[in-house]
């Protein structure tokens, strides 16, 4: 069963520069909660975003992990410098 | 998704109910009675901006979500396309909704009112059971 603190580190394994905050939020390691800032995310939209983490997990969303809330943004300064 | 594969009736209804519905959201349940709390919510936000939408059910059939997720390469539901076009799941709607963006995307006042929209045309294309709802 995957820990919040086991999704984090994923998370921050899989994309450079990345800072991911994880709560299980039902308490039952299969329902969690993200909020994933990384400098890659400067330019591209929220459905990029979101792609980049779900392929981290690949089956397992939809699998062990029922649900995988996401709210992801760039870091201040790449999105100063973004398109945006 | 150039390729038009015959021998795959679910992907290719999915990919017609994409195309012939301007706003269409592939959920748990219905919008009357949601079968998961992501959904719900979802539905919620089209309906606080007066959005007509047509609505699928992917539960009477694992092979609708099997077929869904490859075609639009997001593994979960609910998903909402407008225009042909994936926006997101629950939490990017929910955000949108949020900020506006929502609201601009359908052309839609924020306020709920909504402006007068043609209704989506129902498609018939078995197994797939599409409905279309207003608020």
């Avoid at chain 1, 909020?35 to 792609?51: C, D, E, K, S, Y």
């Avoid at chain 2, 007068?116 to 279309?132: D, F, G, R, W, Y």
Wanted: glycine letters at 10%; aromatic letters at 4%; one cysteine or more.
């Amino acid at each position: 069963m995957p820990q919040a603190a086991e999704i984090k580190r994923r998370i921050e394994e899989a994309i450079p520069g990345a800072h991911a905050q994880v709560e299980d939020y039902t308490g039952t390691g299969d329902h969690f909660r993200a909020r994933v800032t990384a400098p890659a995310f400067a330019g591209l939209n929220r459905i990029a975003q979101h792609r980049m983490i779900y392929e981290i997990f690949g089956a397992e969303i939809g699998g062990p992990i029922h649900a995988l809330s996401l709210q992801t943004e760039a870091p201040e300064p790449e999105r100063q410098q973004g398109a945006l | 998704m150039t390729e038009h594969d015959t021998s795959n009736p679910i992907r290719d209804a999915i990919a017609e109910a994409i195309e012939g519905n301007e706003v269409i959201l592939f959920m748990k349940g219905t919008p009357e009675a949601p079968a998961c709390g992501f959904s719900a919510r979802t539905v919620g936000a089209l309906q606080a901006l007066g959005q007509p939408f047509a609505a699928v059910d992917i539960l009477p059939d694992p092979r609708i979500r099997q077929e869904l997720s490859a075609l639009s390469n997001w593994p979960t539901i609910p998903q909402l396309f407008v225009r042909g076009e994936l926006v997101g799941g629950c939490d990017i709607v929910t955000e949108m909704h949020a900020t506006g963006e929502l609201a601009d995307l359908l052309g839609v006042d924020d306020d709920g009112a909504g402006e007068e929209q043609p209704a989506a045309e129902t498609v018939e294309a078995p197994p797939l059971s599409i409905e279309n709802r207003l608020s």
